[in-house]
């Protein structure tokens, strides 16, 4: 999806194509998510040596790390105005969460 709309930025000047763009890579991360679930689900020699704990942490860290990396460099932003973005909402999701919960 990135290669193709990138050829088709510096080809055609797919600028107002973004929002397909954002959708399409969208729907690719999704369909890694569900590929990743639906084969977690089959036994696996490195996940059932290793411990599905430690397996489920290195997953879950590396798809927050494509989250915190390659999405705002993707969306043209920098990685630390992504990051500050994603701080400041986690914190307003906490911060909801607490309200509800101790009020």
Request: no cysteine; glycine share 10%.
């Amino acid at each position: 999806v990135v290669l193709v709309f990138l050829g088709g930025h510096v080809i055609w000047g797919w600028t107002h194509y973004q929002p397909w763009f954002h959708l399409l890579l969208g729907l690719a991360y999704a369909f890694h998510l569900t590929l990743t679930a639906q084969v977690l689900q089959t036994q696996q020699s490195d996940i059932t040596s290793q411990g599905y704990l430690f397996s489920a942490v290195i997953i879950y860290l590396g798809n927050v790390l494509v989250l915190l990396l390659a999405v705002p460099l993707l969306a043209g932003t920098s990685v630390v105005i992504g990051l500050r973005h994603g701080l400041l909402a986690s914190w307003g999701v906490w911060d909801r969460l607490g309200h509800l919960l101790f009020r």
